[in-house]
């Protein structure tokens, strides 16, 4: 059967360029581009004005906040059901779906059950109470990459027996160098980039620097990322005689955070765990150095592009941002990295997605 019509959850595409957010939005704004033949309705708690109402897109607004939010969409699908709902960052909806209504759900990561201590504990509890529930409902299993499957199969060994395709995100082609210099930043700085919590390891960062910084007066540290859960141990880490040479800048716009990437010395992204993890993505296409973790997805994301080092090891962090401060490294990884980026597209994920959703309705 040719599919005719697709729902998807878009709560969470504001346009504000963080995680499953930022991957709502663009998948579904490239579901559409390759896709003009299908209805698309997207269900949101309030009208998206960055998803128009055309011929083929109807916004739906859903009431009610958190399950109730929920119940009141299974009520509407089961009145007016499409042939497939993609859940894009909940499972909730499909762990209730009713069994009539085809379901693809997206795996981000698997944090609530292999490292709850990185993670806040409601939303932990929430995915470990609806996930089970949620895949033996779901026709289709969305990973953003081979390493969340991988994780996937060894946590819930049932999800080997459903169908299940490997859709990564990507960057757009705004996501470029440019010379815009509109913010007010240092002349050299190492930028780290991610929501202040224990997972993204901000404070391996600045301990890392910390040992680069006796060396190099003129070199500062910018942190691009608002605040979340525990940030308060993060700013109580910093050694009184480095507070000066540490900027933080809270959220920063997509446009601010393409000026960062684009004037940065180099990206350290040492995040303990990622089911993705698109700055360092991000920094490559700007033709910025990338310094990342070598567990979890980043070494899939990366490849040969960027040194990868044990987020525990501010040591082994500090010695790869000396190695990338000299000129010839660091233009190597730069043209590294700018090829590894041309290897994710929105459309090409798109297309993955929609064989995958018509395979899934035979």
Same mark, same amino acid.
Request: charged share 25%; proline share 6%.
């Given at each position: 059967?040719?599919?005719?019509?697709?729902?998807?959850?878009?709560?969470?595409? /504001?346009?504000?360029?963080?995680?499953?957010?930022?991957? +709502?939005?663009?998948?579904? %704004?490239?579901?559409?581009?390759? +896709?003009?033949?299908?209805?698309?309705? &997207?269900?949101?708690?309030?009208? /998206?004005? =960055?998803?128009?109402?055309?011929?083929?897109? %109807?916004?739906?607004?859903?009431?009610?906040?958190?399950? #109730?939010?929920?119940?009141?969409?299974? =009520?509407?699908?089961?009145?007016?059901?499409?042939?497939?709902?993609? +859940?894009?960052?909940?499972?909730?909806?499909? +762990?209730?779906?009713?069994?009539?209504?085809?379901?693809?759900?997206?795996?981000?990561?698997?944090?609530?059950?292999?490292?709850?201590?990185?993670?806040?504990?409601?939303?932990?509890?929430?995915?470990?109470?609806?996930?089970?529930?949620?895949?033996?409902? $779901?026709?289709?299993?969305?990973?953003?990459?081979?390493?969340?499957? *991988?994780?996937?199969?060894?946590?819930?060994?049932?999800?080997?027996?459903?169908?299940?395709?490997?859709?990564?995100?990507?960057?757009?082609?705004?996501?470029?160098?440019?010379?815009?210099?509109?913010?007010? !930043?240092?002349? *050299?700085?190492?930028?780290?980039?991610?929501? #202040?919590?224990?997972?993204?390891?901000?404070?391996?960062?600045?301990?890392?620097?910390?040992?680069?910084?006796?060396? %190099? /007066?003129?070199?500062?540290?910018?942190?691009?990322?608002?605040?979340?859960?525990?940030?308060?141990?993060?700013?109580?880490?910093?050694?009184?005689? &480095?507070?000066? *040479?540490?900027?933080?800048?809270?959220?920063?716009?997509?446009?601010?955070?393409?000026?960062?990437?684009?004037?940065?010395?180099?990206?350290?992204?040492?995040? %303990?765990?990622?089911?993705?993890?698109?700055?360092?993505?991000?920094?490559?296409?700007?033709?910025?150095?990338?310094?990342?973790? /070598?567990?979890?997805?980043?070494?899939?994301?990366?490849?040969?592009?960027?040194?990868?080092?044990?987020?525990?090891? $501010?040591?082994?962090?500090?010695?790869?941002?000396?190695?990338?401060?000299?000129?010839?490294?660091?233009?190597?990884?730069?043209?590294?990295? !700018?090829?590894?980026?041309?290897?994710?597209?929105?459309?090409? $994920?798109?297309?993955?997605?929609? *064989?995958? &959703?018509?395979?899934?309705?035979?």
């Amino acid at each position: 059967m040719a599919i005719k019509s697709i729902g998807i959850d878009i709560r969470e595409a /504001n346009g504000l360029g963080a995680g499953k957010g930022r991957y +709502a939005e663009e998948i579904t %704004h490239a579901l559409i581009k390759n +896709a003009p033949n299908i209805k698309f309705f &997207l269900f949101t708690k309030e009208p /998206n004005p =960055r998803f128009e109402n055309t011929d083929n897109v %109807h916004q739906v607004v859903i009431s009610g906040s958190g399950p #109730l939010w929920h119940l009141n969409l299974r =009520r509407y699908l089961r009145h007016h059901p499409v042939n497939v709902f993609l +859940a894009t960052t909940s499972y909730l909806y499909p +762990a209730i779906s009713p069994r009539t209504q085809k379901v693809a759900s997206v795996v981000h990561d698997l944090i609530a059950f292999k490292y709850a201590k990185y993670n806040h504990w409601f939303a932990t509890l929430v995915e470990r109470l609806s996930l089970s529930r949620a895949l033996k409902r $779901s026709d289709l299993i969305v990973t953003v990459s081979r390493h969340t499957w *991988r994780d996937l199969e060894l946590i819930k060994p049932e999800a080997q027996n459903k169908p299940h395709v490997v859709v990564t995100p990507a960057i757009g082609p705004e996501v470029t160098r440019t010379d815009e210099q509109r913010l007010e !930043l240092p002349k *050299r700085f190492i930028l780290a980039v991610g929501t #202040l919590q224990p997972r993204k390891n901000i404070e391996g960062v600045i301990k890392a620097f910390e040992h680069v910084a006796e060396r %190099h /007066n003129d070199l500062e540290l910018v942190i691009a990322g608002g605040k979340g859960w525990k940030s308060s141990a993060i700013f109580k880490s910093i050694p009184g005689w &480095l507070q000066e *040479r540490i900027r933080f800048l809270g959220y920063v716009r997509y446009d601010q955070l393409i000026e960062l990437y684009s004037r940065a010395q180099m990206l350290v992204f040492p995040s %303990h765990y990622e089911g993705f993890g698109i700055p360092p993505l991000e920094a490559m296409a700007c033709g910025c150095p990338v310094i990342t973790s /070598n567990v979890s997805s980043l070494p899939e994301v990366v490849e040969n592009a960027a040194i990868l080092v044990d987020p525990e090891d $501010s040591d082994q962090i500090a010695e790869s941002i000396k190695t990338l401060l000299d000129p010839t490294p660091q233009r190597i990884a730069k043209e590294r990295g !700018l090829k590894q980026a041309t290897k994710f597209s929105w459309d090409e $994920s798109a297309q993955t997605l929609l *064989r995958a &959703l018509n395979q899934g309705l035979k």
